[in-house]
């Protein structure tokens, strides 16, 4: 597994993976006929990989040539002087596989070079992701919001984690996630 930094030439893949993401995993929560509408839309993609917004980054996991998931960091919508996790999406005939654990152990490895603390937003109901950031060693900070979609109202949750070594723990920032974590990638 290869996680390297997006460029222009993956946005297709990309948004690909993006809405083959979303079609599985809020199939419960969303309609799934407005789910399966969904275009596949590069375009939203390409201008953030040809010119980043300020202290964006979008990296892929590529195997075997094909790129299998996403990730993208930067800095807080919320809270200043703290970084975000703001997407990690692996395309689900790739789940379970260490994709989702290879491209959060580089997002954290990236964030902790910029930031002693990082904050990431999931739908409330998506519980293979919580299980997953979990594992991970992320936390419920308390915050909420909820944005309305299709007519549905969807909660999200906060999570947040401190990505600075602390002396005497066992691992090193953007390690913690365990090995049974794997099986949530």
């Not at 201008?47 to 990296?59: V, Y």
């Not at 919580?130 to 999200?156: Q, T």
């Amino acid at each position: 597994m290869e996680v390297r930094k997006a460029t222009a030439a993956d946005a297709l893949a990309i948004e690909t993976i993006r809405i083959a993401g979303w079609r599985a995993a809020y199939r419960h929560v969303f309609p799934p006929e407005e789910l399966d509408a969904l275009p596949v839309d590069e375009s939203r993609w390409r201008p953030r990989l040809q010119t980043p917004p300020r202290g964006w980054t979008t990296s892929v996991a590529v195997r075997g040539g094909a790129v299998v998931g996403f990730s993208s960091i930067g800095p807080s919508r919320d809270e200043r002087g703290i970084g975000e996790l703001y997407a990690l999406y692996v395309d689900p005939d790739h789940w379970s596989t260490g994709a989702g654990l290879s491209l959060m152990t580089h997002a954290e490895a990236q964030l902790t070079a910029e930031y002693a603390e990082a904050t990431l937003w999931v739908l409330e109901d998506n519980p293979r992701a919580r299980r997953f950031y979990e594992r991970a060693g992320w936390a419920i900070d308390g915050a909420r919001k909820a944005e309305e979609r299709w007519g549905v109202r969807a909660p999200e949750v906060r999570y947040r984690k401190s990505l600075t070594h602390e002396p005497g723990s066992q691992s090193e920032p953007g390690s913690s996630v365990s090995s049974s974590a794997r099986s949530e990638s």
